[in-house]
C-alpha cells in the first residue's frame, strides 16, 4: 500500500499562488507515475496534471497550462503542484493519486491505484 498524504492547501486570493505538496510512504515512490486530480462542490472529480516516474514528463489539462507546474523529487518521495495566476473556478478539493500504469493514461482517472485524502484550495475574488 502506498500512502499519499496531501498539504499545502488555503485561502487565497485571485491571482496568488499556492504550492500543494503530496507525501507518500509505504512503497517505492519512484516506481509510481503521480498525479494531480480536483475536485469542486457539485462537480465530478476531473484531472488536473500528471508527471512520469522520471519526472521528465509531464501532462496538463487545458485550462491549467501555463500556470499550473506538477513537479517530483523522488528522493523526498513527494510530488508538488504549484499554482499561480490563481482564479476562483480553481477552488476545489485538490487530490494526489500515484499509478502503476503511464503518466498518460492518468488523465482517466481509473487508472490511478493510491489516492491521498485531498487538500481544500479556496480562491476568494
Known amino acids: 500500500q502506498l500512502q499519499l498524504v496531501e498539504s499545502g492547501g488555503g485561502l487565497v486570493q485571485a491571482g496568488g499562488s499556492l504550492r500543494l505538496s503530496c507525501a507518500g510512504s509505504g512503497r517505492t515512490f519512484s516506481n509510481y507515475a503521480m498525479g494531480w486530480f480536483r475536485q469542486a462542490p457539485g462537480k465530478e472529480r476531473e484531472f488536473v496534471a500528471a508527471?512520469?516516474?522520471?519526472?521528465?514528463?509531464?501532462n496538463y489539462v487545458d485550462f491549467v497550462k501555463g500556470r499550473f507546474t506538477i513537479s517530483r523529487d523522488n528522493a523526498k518521495n513527494t510530488v508538488y503542484l504549484q499554482m499561480n495566476s490563481l482564479k476562483p473556478e480553481d477552488a476545489a478539493v485538490y487530490y494526489c493519486a500515484a499509478s502503476r500504469g503511464t503518466y498518460s493514461a492518468m488523465v482517466y482517472g481509473r487508472s490511478c491505484d493510491y489516492w491521498g485524502q485531498g487538500t481544500q484550495v479556496t480562491v476568494s475574488s
Open positions: 508527471i512520469s516516474r522520471s519526472g521528465g514528463l509531464t
